[in-house]
């Protein structure tokens, strides 16, 4: 059965840190690209990085370059989001997603996307 199921989310203060893990199952793991999303109360979904299956290819949404990180473990079947200096607008449900193929700058459109997770809640507050 194919599974995503991400974890690591929490309360944070605003400049902290925290990292998140999407642990995944039922399917060759390492052809995949896999991204995070997110989504804020009242806001729209929106991408937050992807990482090719061979972790050669990333991509980061403008407003977390230089603070987010993704990787990947492909013995481990887990993809990672190191995410520091955190701000009250990173507040969301992190969803991490499988694509159906890596889509290079076209990487943030939600439907290439097949399998989500059920989400892990993030919140940045003082």
């Known amino acids: 059965q194919l599974q995503l199921v991400e974890s690591g989310g929490g309360l944070v203060q605003p400049g902290g840190s925290l990292r998140l893990s999407c642990s995944a199952s039922g399917f060759t793991f390492e052809t995949y690209a896999i991204a995070w999303f997110r989504q804020a109360p009242g806001k729209e979904r929106e991408g937050v990085s992807c990482?090719?299956?061979?972790?050669?290819?990333?991509n980061y949404l403008d407003r977390v370059k230089g603070r987010f990180t993704i990787s990947r473990d492909n013995a481990k079947n887990t993809v990672y989001l190191q995410m520091n200096s955190l701000k009250s607008e990173d507040t969301g449900v992190y969803y991490c997603a499988r694509a159906r193929y890596y889509a290079g700058k076209r990487w943030a459109d939600a439907l290439i996307y097949d399998y989500w997770g059920q989400g892990t809640q993030v919140i940045v507050s003082s």
């Open positions: 990482i090719r299956g061979d972790s050669l290819a990333t």
